[in-house]
């Protein structure tokens, strides 16, 4: 199936680290640029990180800079997002996508598949 997969969420406490990991059957992901979004309720999907396929490349929402860490293992076909220092807003469901644009924080628009998120809550 053309659909990602997300797994490794949970609950951590503020300051602590979760690393969120993203697979597909039906992709191969190391030819496509992935994305990483954030949703909470009443509140529009955020883009977080991407990773280009060509050279690796990555971009980050200033939100998470110097905390957050996207990479890729091709062998395993899986995209990480390392999140150290969470916060309570980072909290929400985190998605990952993948066929789209990574010139820039990812826009929702520009990504063709989407997986059906795992939740992140961080607190005390």
């Known amino acids: 199936q053309l659909q990602p997969v997300e797994s490794g969420g949970g609950l951590v406490q503020p300051g602590g680290s979760l690393t969120l990991s993203c697979t597909s059957s039906g992709f191969t992901l190391g030819y496509h640029a992935i994305g990483w979004f954030r949703q909470v309720p009443g509140k529009e999907r955020e883009g977080v990180s991407c990773i280009r396929s060509k050279d690796n490349t990555a971009f980050y929402v200033d939100s998470v800079k110097g905390r957050f860490t996207i990479s890729r293992d091709n062998a395993k076909n899986r995209v990480y997002l390392q999140m150290k220092s969470l916060k309570s807003e980072d909290t929400g469901v985190y998605f990952c996508?993948?066929?789209?644009?990574?010139?820039?924080?990812?826009?929702?628009?520009?990504?063709?598949?989407w997986g059906q998120g795992t939740q992140v809550t961080v607190s005390s």
């Open positions: 996508a993948a066929d789209g644009y990574c010139d820039a924080p990812p826009h929702p628009d520009d990504f063709s598949y």
